[in-house]
């Protein structure tokens, strides 16, 4: 089950943005093996670039917390870099 979330956000003026809370989107999905969960969210920066990095806090069917790191990524506004 996924309980929590940690993001790291980041814009090119190099200001950062923590942001902690239950789920995601008001959800605790419970993913089995190879299942997928997909969700739409969005993330306000002052800047057209930035980059966003965290976690997924995870309880297993067997009660172990574990953390699902998520490699950073770019977040720009639409067709700044295309």
């Known amino acids: 089950r996924l309980m929590s979330r ?3 956000i980041t814009d090119s003026d190099n ?3 923590e942001v902690r809370g239950m789920g995601v989107v008001g959800e605790q999905p419970l993913l089995k093996p190879m299942q997928r969960y997909e969700y739409t969210s969005a993330a306000a920066i002052a800047t057209p670039v930035g980059t966003m990095q965290g976690s997924y ?8 917390a574990f953390d699902a790191p998520i490699p950073e990524f770019t977040l720009s506004a639409p067709r700044v870099l295309h």
């Open 15 to 17: 200001h950062v943005q």
């Open 57 to 64: 806090q995870m309880v297993a069917e067997d009660g172990v």
């Open 6 to 8: 940690h993001w790291i």
